[in-house]
């Protein structure tokens, strides 16, 4: 079974000079791990995902003593800090180069990345275009297929 066979279609892009705020909405409306950051051009020059929000100096954010959501969320309105988190885009956040696979890759390739590159998603690509996204979720959901009860008549 190839990649291609079990990978999401149907995804959310983000252009490198959106507004990280932007980023932050469509992961969660999306309910995705991670954006493809593709260019004018249509080619993938990064991923922005959910880790890439957590401890970033560049965001000012770093690990408090207590919950980070709640220190996060206590940033008063109309401050410095607000200011600067909202003014910041995508490119500087960022991961670069990303990791990506080709739609013919196997899924024991796919696993063998995600253990070794510490990633719950991957971009798949096909002549230098996104064509799908391949994560946990779909690898799960496959799993769990091949191992559901066959229904069917007597």
């Known amino acids: 079974m190839n990649v291609s066979d079990i990978m999401r279609r149907s995804f959310a892009t983000i252009k490198p000079d959106a507004p990280l705020l932007d980023a ?19 080619a993938l020059v990064g991923v922005i995902s959910e880790g890439d929000f957590l401890h970033r100096t560049e965001l000012d954010i770093s690990p408090p003593p207590g919950n980070w959501l709640e220190e996060l969320l206590g940033i008063e309105e109309d401050t410095p800090a607000r200011r600067r988190m909202r003014a910041r885009l995508v490119r ?63």
Request: aromatic fraction near 0%.
């Open 24 to 42: 932050a909405h469509l992961l969660i409306e999306t309910n995705q791990r991670g954006l493809p950051v593709i260019d004018r051009d249509g």
């Open 92 to 154: 500087e956040v960022m991961a670069r180069d990303p990791i990506c696979v080709d739609e013919e890759a196997t899924l024991d390739e796919v696993v063998a990345l995600m253990d070794t590159r510490h990633v719950a998603q991957l971009p798949v690509v096909c002549g230098g275009s996104v064509v799908g996204i391949v994560g946990r979720a779909e690898l799960l959901a496959t799993v769990a297929r091949a191992l559901s009860p066959v229904s069917g008549g007597s």
